[in-house]
């Protein structure tokens, strides 16, 4: 049973920065493909970022060019690096198999005033 423990989150002002981690733990099996979700209130939880163990790495449109997710294999721990924020990135983000199959972390909350 993977555990996803997320941290890093913050309260910032339109155009700063964020990094967030994602750290797993309680698998003897390698982390394969992860990736980052966010949740707005009253909105879905989508999927933004994901990064294959080889580090190659996908984005959403909303995000590409401003988020950069890395990953460390020797710690399973996944990094989303969030540049030029802006208040609709504000929201709750998790980490997770872009399938989601693990259980979810508590997340980290992320609010982005203007």
């Known amino acids: 049973q993977v555990q996803l423990v997320e941290s890093g989150g913050g309260l910032v002002q339109a155009g700063g920065s964020l990094t967030l981690s994602c750290a797993a733990s309680?698998?003897?099996?390698?982390?394969?493909?992860m990736g980052w979700f966010r949740q707005a209130p009253g909105k879905r939880r989508d999927l933004v970022a994901s990064?294959?163990?080889?580090?190659?790495?996908n984005y959403g449109d909303s995000v590409k060019g401003r988020f950069t997710i890395s990953r460390d294999n020797a710690k399973n721990t996944v990094y989303l690096q969030m540049n030029s924020l802006k208040p609709e990135d504000t929201a709750v983000y998790y980490c997770?198999?872009?399938?989601?199959?693990?259980?979810w972390g508590q997340g980290t909350q992320v609010s982005v005033s203007s």
């Open positions: 997770n198999h872009p399938d989601m199959i693990y259980k």
């Open positions: 990064i294959t163990r080889g580090g190659s790495t």
């Open positions: 309680g698998s003897s099996d390698r982390i394969s493909t």
